[in-house]
C-alpha cells in the first residue's frame, strides 16, 4: 500500500503559504499549514489542518510534527516558510538592535534546525516509499548581499541560519534520496523582487502563485536541484 502524500507548511498566512497549500492539495497532497494563531475554521473549510505553531519554539515545532503525524502521516515535504524582520530603531546603526529583538530574531532562524531534525526522522521513517523527501525555506537574497543593508542586519543573521542549514543538510542527506532548499525569489535581473503593495509583478502581489509553481517544481522533478534555488515571477527557475 502506498503512504499518503503529506506536507507540513510552518508559517503559512494569506501569501506564500495559501497559495503552496492550494497548488499541493490539488495536486493530491494531504496539507497542514501551521501559524501562531490559524484561522482554524476557515483552514478546514478549504480541506486543510490547521496547526497551531511558534517557529520560534522548539517543542511547539516538535509539538505540530507529531499532530500531523497522529492525523495525516509522515510529512514528506517541509515548507519553513518564516521570516521576522523586526526594524531597528535607528536604520544605520546594525548594532542598535536590541538583544530581545535580536534574540527572538535569531529564534526564528534557529527553528528551521528543529524542523530540519523532525523533517530528517519523517523522511528516513517513509524511507521505503517512492514519494519525494523534499525541505524547503523560504528565503531571500540577504545571504548573498551581506553587509549593505543595515536595517536588516538581524534579519540577515537569520537567513543565513536556513541558509547554511540547508547547504549542509542538502549535501550530507542526498545519498538518501532527500533534499533541502533554500527558495528565493527574485526579480528579473536576479535582484531583490519588487516589495511594493501594488507592484505588476513582485513579491506581495504575485509573489504567492510564483512560490506555489517554483515549490511544486522543485518537489516533483525528478533530478535534484541545488540547496540555492532562485526563482522569478513565474515560478521558473532563474539563470
Ligand atoms: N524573496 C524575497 O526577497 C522576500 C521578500 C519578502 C519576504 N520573503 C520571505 O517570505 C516569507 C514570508 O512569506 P509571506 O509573507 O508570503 O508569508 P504568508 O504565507 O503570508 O504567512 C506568513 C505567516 O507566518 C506566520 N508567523 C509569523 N511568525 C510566526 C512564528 N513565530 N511561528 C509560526 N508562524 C508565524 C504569520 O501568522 P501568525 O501571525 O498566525 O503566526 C503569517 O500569517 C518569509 O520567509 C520572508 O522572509 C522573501
Do not use: C
Not at 489542518?49 to 500531523?68: E, Q, R, Y
Not at 531534525?117 to 516509499?129: H, P
Not at 502581489?205 to 540555492?228: F, M, V
Request: proline residues 6%; glycine residues 10%; neutral net charge.
Amino acid at each position: 500500500m502506498s503512504s499518503p502524500l503529506v506536507v507540513l507548511i510552518i508559517g503559512g498566512g494569506s501569501n506564500v503559504g495559501a497559495h503552496v497549500a492550494q497548488k499541493l492539495k490539488t495536486e493530491g497532497y494531504r496539507v497542514a499549514i501551521g501559524s501562531r494563531n490559524p484561522d482554524s475554521e476557515a483552514l478546514k473549510r478549504q480541506g486543510l489542518l490547521p496547526v497551531s505553531v511558534d517557529g520560534a519554539d522548539s517543542k511547539s515545532i516538535k509539538d505540530a510534527f507529531k499532530l500531523v503525524r497522529d492525523h495525516l502521516g509522515e510529512p514528506n515535504v517541509v515548507v519553513y516558510n518564516l521570516g521576522l524582520h523586526i526594524p531597528p530603531k535607528s536604520p544605520n546603526d546594525p548594532l542598535a538592535v536590541s538583544a530581545e529583538d535580536f534574540a527572538k530574531t535569531s529564534n526564528v532562524g534557529g527553528g528551521v534546525l528543529v524542523a530540519a531534525q523532525e523533517a530528517l526522522a519523517s523522511f528516513r521513517s517513509s524511507k521505503n516509499s517512492n514519494a519525494p523527501k523534499v525541505f524547503i525555506s523560504t528565503g531571500n537574497l540577504l545571504p548573498f548581499i551581506k553587509k549593505t543593508v543595515p536595517s536588516f542586519f538581524a534579519l540577515d543573521l537569520q537567513k543565513g541560519i536556513m541558509a547554511t542549514t540547508m547547504q549542509y543538510a542538502n549535501q550530507f542527506y542526498t545519498e538518501e534520496g532527500f533534499r533541502f532548499h533554500y527558495a528565493t525569489l527574485v526579480g528579473p535581473d536576479g535582484g531583490i523582487p519588487n516589495l511594493s503593495s501594488d507592484a505588476k509583478e513582485g513579491f506581495f502581489t504575485t509573489g504567492g502563485p510564483a512560490h506555489a509553481e517554483a515549490y511544486w517544481n522543485l518537489i516533483s522533478r525528478a533530478e535534484a536541484e541545488t540547496w540555492d534555488y532562485r526563482f522569478t515571477y513565474d515560478g521558473k527557475k532563474f539563470g
